[in-house]
């Protein structure tokens, strides 16, 4: 079964003038149909089979998220083709890295800054790209190197097309991880990894009239988890809005209203902070209104987390709290929030159960890129704050040597393209996928992650120090923005520390700072003081090797761009530690 087809046939069938894609042009949000996009789909499918394309070959996008990006995917896979994303983000080397390992021969591309690469590398000589697609006019481009405009490049297919027919086990996608080490690998995922994968999570979830939900798409759609969720959203007959700059996404939510929407948990974590920083700058009076509306929150949430009823006293209070405190804070992310899918990296707690009291449920998963996203969930009911639920329908997981999490099922690749080697490495003799994280499972069979393997560091004390921990405890802070910590082969945990400037700003007034630039104001003594005390009481109840002993603030935010982080905003380690070794120095 071709995952184009088991998409588009069902649902133009079964509803054609029902919307099916959103997306943002000039000042307002437009729609298509069902039918319209599928008219599209095929159009561009036709176009790309008269350009050369064939079943197997390999097309790229290398554009932020829009209608077109997905209309392109959908419209390669249905000719047989192979999709490869590349982020948005990644600089001309690492995109060329990426066709060239990939054999690409055709890429949709979104901004001048990523034509202007893939025509350098079209015009190499052992460059295998014959095709550059533009999807938007505004793009100065040169039509005489095989580079068209989207809407010209299809402006006179034909809307019908048959798609290719395709088995389960044929390849739908080359993922490359961006990963926090290493050279990027293709991740082969298959037709049936995506159908079988959507499938499990219908049968998991059990959702009801998911033909009426709405999903922002806001993460990168080169990201296994956006692609996915989105892809599943359109495999259940939802309408999915594409968020070209996901800066902008404070806006979007206003305006898109959405039901659903999957995020990373930085973007929880600045809800998080901010909700409570709000209460804390309150009076007194309304401090102890918003205490009270927690405290009515967590007990209904716990009641419908237990699936029991809400008594009508309780269910009375938690209206009056809703009208008080949560409703404010859910019409700023549009007002119909319900589902909210969370992965990339582990959510405390904490985070988790303030939504829940709030009426909306972050829905805790883990999985990688090589297991097409989701292995495990949090179910709607009788889920576990502080683990990642329970395993999918198909999914089968094993706690394996130094506590290593090992799965086998229905999401897991089929290998990394072109290294068998490679791809050996991560399978057991007996088949199974080895994650690289560490794990355990409570008594109801809840996986909980302790943490990413490799990360794992032993201070010269030989105490072993788990840093994904210990940075959510410290990020969960609104004064805090990302963390780096140091441990390995030290007598003591020292950090690199980016503040949440904006929240600083405003404290430096209340203390009468000027400001001037952060690289002055991360070096005064009164600032560091203040991290000084807020991190001594944040780690309060960690045990004492455990705890950041000195820290260094950073004057800006690790960026994408230089290769500090990823673009679902995890830190590369590796990278940030080598960059500002001489910093690291100091600390010891």
């Excluded at 094993?398 to 290294?419: C, H, L, P, S, T």
Aim: proline share 4%; hydrophobic share 40%.
């Amino acid at each position: 079964m071709n995952l184009a087809e088991a998409i588009i046939n069902k649902n133009v069938e079964k509803h054609p003038v029902k919307s099916a894609i959103g997306f943002k042009k000039k000042d307002g949000w437009k729609e298509l149909s069902w039918k319209k996009f599928n008219e599209i789909i095929f159009k561009t499918a036709n176009s790309l089979k008269n350009a050369g394309i064939e079943e197997n070959d390999k097309v790229a996008i290398y554009a932020e998220n829009s209608a077109e990006w997905m209309i392109f995917d959908l419209a390669v896979l249905s000719i047989g083709a192979i999709t490869v994303p590349i982020y948005s983000t990644n600089n001309a080397e690492q995109a060329e890295y990426i066709i060239n390992d990939s054999q690409s021969k055709a890429i949709l591309v979104g901004d001048q800054q990523q034509y202007d690469a893939c025509l350098a590398i079209l015009q190499k000589e052992e460059s295998v790209l014959q095709t550059i697609i533009i999807s938007k006019k505004a793009v100065w481009i040169k039509k005489e190197f095989g580079s068209f405009y989207l809407e010209d490049f299809i402006a006179k297919a034909s809307p019908e097309f048959e798609i290719i027919k395709k088995k389960y086990e044929d390849i739908a996608t080359l993922i490359y991880t961006s990963g926090t080490t290493g050279t990027p690998k293709g991740v082969m995922l298959t037709h049936g990894n995506f159908v079988k994968a959507f499938d499990a999570h219908f049968e998991f979830f059990k959702f009801k009239n998911f033909e009426e939900e709405l999903s922002l798409a806001f993460l990168p759609l080169t990201h296994v988890f956006e692609r996915s969720w989105s892809l599943l959203c359109l495999y259940g007959g939802a309408r999915v809005y594409f968020l070209e700059d996901p800066k902008d996404i404070a806006k979007a939510l206003e305006e898109v209203k959405p039901t659903m929407m999957c995020a990373v948990p930085r973007f929880f974590q600045k809800v998080y902070a901010g909700v409570l920083e709000k209460a804390e700058e309150s009076s007194p009076f309304k401090k102890k209104i918003f205490n009270w509306a927690l405290e009515v929150g967590k007990q209904t949430a716990e009641l419908r987390r237990k699936d029991q009823p809400v008594p009508f006293g309780l269910n009375l209070k938690h209206s009056v709290a809703n009208a008080l405190v949560f409703n404010k804070v859910k019409q700023k992310m549009g007002g119909r929030l319900w589902f909210l899918p969370c992965g990339g990296a582990s959510v405390s707690p904490d985070v988790t159960r303030l939504f829940e009291a709030m009426g909306l449920h972050i829905t805790v998963g883990y999985g990688l890129t090589e297991t097409t996203a989701t292995l495990t969930a949090f179910p709607l009911a009788h889920f576990e704050h502080g683990t990642c639920g329970l395993p999918l329908p198909g999914v089968e997981i094993r706690i394996g040597e130094n506590d290593e999490i090992q799965a086998k099922g229905n999401g897991v690749m089929k290998g990394y393209y072109n290294k068998p080697e490679e791809t050996q490495k991560v399978f057991t003799e007996d088949g199974w996928f080895k994650t690289g994280d560490a794990g355990k499972f409570d008594e109801k069979g809840n996986l909980i992650i302790t943490d990413r393997i490799k990360d794992l560091m032993k201070t010269s004390n030989g105490k072993y120090i788990a840093p994904q921990q210990i940075e959510n405890i410290l990020t969960n802070n609104n004064f805090i923005s990302q963390i780096v910590l140091i441990a390995e082969g030290r007598q003591f945990v020292s950090a690199l520390i980016v503040p949440n400037f904006e929240f600083l700003k405003d404290y430096l007034k209340k203390i009468n700072i000027p400001f001037t630039n952060w690289e002055e104001i991360v070096q005064k003594k009164e600032i560091n003081d203040f991290y000084k005390d807020k991190i001594k009481e944040l780690q309060n109840h960690l045990s004492d090797f455990e705890k950041v002993k000195k820290f260094t603030l950073m004057p800006a935010e690790f960026e994408i761009g230089s290769g500090e982080i990823t673009p679902t905003l995890k830190v590369k380690r590796n990278v940030v530690l080598k960059k500002y070794a001489d910093i690291i120095e100091k600390m010891y």
